[in-house]
């Protein structure tokens, strides 16, 4: 007999956008003068108050286990902030505090997949969605959103790709990688699909509280009672106060799919870091006024790398709309050549930022979207400036 492996943890591919963040970091530590476009979360430190409610957590011995789906006073602080932000009534006992958004995903596909269930994932999409799709045994389908309409897709592309096997829909608004939010009128048409066609969606609201320009966030269970029932909101305190190492995330739904998703975590993982919990409670229930700050900040920063980006020729972006991402097009740069050598992806264009302008950034192959390159601007406004110069540079090779 011959040992062997889960073939389904063996398909699991590393996360890209991890493995370039710790390249980043591992090349500012030996002091290279790089720009990393990459950051998944805020540059900004958790706000002071948060901190000093964890310390008080810890001073007052709050280290033991805790409830597998969180404390109480936690569940009902994310029930109350459910009702006043996203208007839509999750009971205290329908929340599941999870160890970070990332999990509670996790959680969700384990209690909605069966073994070939299929769920549609719209792309652009964040690049975990089919990984976890696939280790709970389901079938990921891909979708690709068109440029006209934002990289978002419609209720009828979604219609169209339905199957008796269609389980679910994995919802992400705002997007990562493409910052673009759904209306209230694209969410009501994808919601009429769902109720028609019955299934569930996912809905990954994680960057909520970060939309620009009087562009309005919408919960998709917001909308009625019937796509309440089949919707799961996911979301967490990682990026809107900037408490990413943390690890809290949350989800909201019906009473029947918390209890199963409270059963499998409490042999997963216990229970969510009980001080955690405790710092997750004052963001959400204390001043929200650093959020505020921080989000006119990266509007900021937004309105300042859209413009330089879209000024440079051979590049196409959108303006987003939400969260902190610019989604560019590198395209017409394939085919053309580099000192010497043709370019014949933008995997090799992201390798040529990095090694001779240093400046990285996240190639979205794995995004769904491999001509797309995703720069975040969740970095100072100096050192966007600094990344985008060093970017006009590379361009003028080309023209």
Known sequence: MSLSLSERA????PSSTLVITAKAKEMKSQGIDIVGFVAGEPDYGTPENINKAAIKAINEGFSKYTPAAGIKELRQGVSDKFAAFNHVNYEWNQVVISNGAKHSLTNICQVLINPGDEVIIPAPYWLTYPELVSLAGGVPVTIHGKKENGYRVTAK???EVVSEQTKA???NTPNNPTGMLYSREELEAIAKVAIEKDFYVISDEIYEYLTYDGHEHVSIASLNDEIYKRTITCSGVSKSYSMTGWRIGYTGST???????DSVQSHQTSNPCSIAQKAALEAITGTQEPMETMKVEFGHRKN??????KAIPLLETLNSEGA???????EQLLGREYKGKELKSVNQVAQILLEDYKVVVIPCEDFGFPNFIRLS???SREAIAKGVDRIERFMENFK
Request: aromatic share 22%; hydrophobic share 60%.
């Open 10 to 13: 063996l398909q699991v591919k």
């Open 157 to 159: 592309e979604i219609e």
């Open 169 to 171: 829909l994995i919802l």
């Open 255 to 261: 009473l029947e799919i918390a209890k199963l998703m």
């Open 304 to 309: 300042y790398i859209y413009d330089r980006i």
């Open 324 to 330: 902190f991402y610019l989604f560019v097009n590198f």
């Open 377 to 379: 601007y969740a970095i």
